[in-house]
């Protein structure tokens, strides 16, 4: 592991080229206790100048870049000898990518859409085992000390149980319909025709989202009758 050597928090550049998920990825960085955001950047060519100036702990990327994908980036810091650990942040499923991550050295896959407790819980997992593996000696003890270093960092925490009725499938769609909404948001009824349900199960998953802290609701006025909710995406 490499990066910048002075105390404090751990530095997070977050490489992300939309605009939106960026600012939400790094106000979910600035949450968590121990880390910061030392920049933001939107594009392969913008993380490496960024590198230039000042080393960081940590890179939150992004792998479909406007210029390049986030494994070549990946590629060419191994190559010019840079160690510094990786989130690999993305919608990609596919396992190839996937063994190549692992294969450059990247700590973790976070999928998108993701809520700020997915990401604070990995943070946090992270910083545990800079922690564990911090010792002066540099060395493990046993083949047993070795595997609680790497358990910290590899145990699949606990997945919270859904209300009765929720379907993960279905909250993930509902999550992704509403980020691409971005700020126009959507209502139930607008949420439910994106997807092919009912309005009723629509909003349900939304009202989910804004009981979880990552979706809020205001009345939309405009119509005859009683204003409908309208559901936004929190950045």
């Not at 406007?66 to 990786?86: F, I, S, Y």
């Not at 819980?121 to 085992?129: E, G, I, K, P, V």
Request: net charge positive; charged share 25%.
């Amino acid at each position: 592991m490499s990066g910048s050597s002075a105390p404090g928090p751990i530095q997070v550049l977050v490489v992300e080229d939309d605009p939106l998920a960026a600012d939400a990825h790094a106000l979910y960085v600035s949450r968590v206790p121990g880390f910061a955001v030392a920049a933001v950047v939107h594009s392969r060519a913008e993380a490496l100048r960024a590198l230039e100036r000042s080393p960081v702990d940590l890179i939150l990327l992004d792998l479909y870049l406007p210029d390049g994908h986030g494994m070549a980036l990946l590629r060419a810091l191994r190559a010019a000898g840079r160690t510094t650990d990786v989130f690999a942040v993305t919608s990609a499923r596919d396992l190839t990518v996937i063994r190549e991550g692992v294969s450059l050295g990247v700590v973790q896959h976070v999928l998108k859409p993701f809520t700020f407790p997915t990401l604070r819980d990995r943070l946090q997992r992270y910083a545990q085992f800079r922690s564990t593996t911090a010792g002066t000696g540099g060395e493990a003890g046993s083949q047993a000390e070795v595997d609680r270093a790497l358990s910290v960092l590899r145990t699949a925490p606990e997945v919270p149980k859904l209300p009765k009725g929720l379907s993960a499938a279905t909250l993930e769609a509902v999550t992704a319909a509403l980020r691409d909404a971005g700020r126009t948001g959507l209502t139930a009824s607008a949420a439910a025709d994106r997807l092919g349900v009912n309005r009723i199960t629509a909003r349900r998953y939304l009202e989910h989202l804004v009981d979880g802290g990552t979706a809020d609701r205001s009345p939309q006025y405009g119509q005859v009758g009683r204003p409908e909710l309208c559901y936004r995406w929190r950045d």
